[in-house]
């Protein structure tokens, strides 16, 4: 499958043309859950992509629904006052997508129902008058516990729901589904492009789809699935010799203590996912990207516990990043090693100083500033490079449904981190990975949820070694001196440690 060759200021790609992809399928049969995903791919392309969720903008017409969402705008309400609410809902939607088209948009994904063969063919009329190529995606489900996790997902995160009870939303949704379900057409002998996905991934058939997006978003459904899971972000421990891609070093004596607190911290924090509250783990930041405004977790009382997960640690084939991963190992982790998590290659400047930089590319601060994504020095790599090399990493990330914890460089983690959030490829650079902290970041139908763990100080650890150095230099000329005069090195390095982590810096 071929990589993005370009990138352009405007987000699209001139020889793609215009896309909408339009959800089709009964209540809770992971549409929303779809329509998110594929944005997150089309965007971390580069290319200007958008969801147009049809209850978004039901409650920006109306405001919440909360006591009226029983058929109130079900395809099968007999009501008069639905059909009519439902045609302006609908016409507002679609006349939000068209201003998206106009204003330079390139793919468009409208999330929505669209559950009758006379709805989807005015849709195709509508947009074929603009040059728009249409795509349906047609969700299926004969997985009754998927279809109740969905229904979780929902409660948990839908502003429908706020404030429900679990037994009403239950309820509300049979009704629902029994509702669309009396007029519900699934695709049929169609001609026109479409896919269709049974169990979100389980079987997918395509339909007469052509075209460079196109035959790049049947690639990645072939790899999703909407299972609950977490995926860990940490980088590599400091290596003997830093700033060194040549050198490949192994880790320094730091280097390995941080590979074994990781661990620990890592296998503790995975062991006690389900029961874990904010007071146990050592959080710093948490942060919530969320596709619909407003939008507040729910807790779900009486939930059932989920099926454990595995946990997989993927590395890459760079010594310090194998040795990070290396006390995973003897913990019984699986640990898989990937050549395209490699850092990015610096070229002609590798073990250079900033001031030798300067001095042999002296534009180069300037130009790096105007554009970092696509900047690169003679025989290095770019971020775009970058993210053109980590492009089949994404896919295997996308298919794996246990807990992952990636280990890298922060060029690597910014990208993929960008993946998740749906960041353009311009703020990948910006992305902080600090040493010392764990990313965490869990999909979500709506958007995701990252929390950011800080499990080991690398100003105090680095504190504590040159104390250590120094004093067991000190000893060692000083017993010299003594004539091998016996002295207990390791009571008075441990008095002044404690000294000088009381004095702060300045000791």
Known sequence: MAAPLYTTQSGRLWHAGRILVATVGLPARGKTYLAHAIMRYIAWLGVKCKVFNLASVRREMTGEMRGKLDGHLGAGSNDP????LRAEVQEEAERQIEA??????????????NSNSKSREEIRQRFMLLQVQIMFIECMCDDQAMVNRN?????????????????DVQRNFEARILQNELCYEPIENATFPHIQLLNFGERIVVNNNAGYLQNRLVFFLMNVHNRERKIYFARAGEALIEHSYKADAELSSLGLDYANALATFVSNLHEHTLDMTEEK??????????????????SLEHEEKEEKRGLEVWCSTRKRSVLTAEPFR?????VLEHTRLAEMNPGVVDGLSQAEILHRFPGSVEQREKDPYSFRFPRAESYHDLAIRLEPIIFELERTRDDMLIIGQSSVLRCLIAYLQGNKPSQIPFIQVRE???VEIQPQPFGVSSRVFSFWDPKKKRVERDIEFATRTAFAMAREESSGKDVDIDQVLKDVKEFALRSGPAA
Not at 156 to 164: K, L, M, V
């Open 330 to 334: 003897k913990l019984g982790y699986k």
């Open 151 to 167: 229904i979780r997902f929902i409660y948990q995160f839908s502003p429908d729901y706020a404030g429900w009870v679990w037994e």
């Open 81 to 84: 006052r639905a059909a009519v």
């Open 100 to 113: 998206f088209f106009e204003g330079g948009g390139q793919v468009a994904i409208y999330d929505a129902s």
């Open 436 to 438: 010392g902290d764990l």
């Open 281 to 298: 783990a050592h959080i710093s930041q948490r942060h919530t990207v969320s596709w619909l405004h407003g939008v507040k977790k729910q």
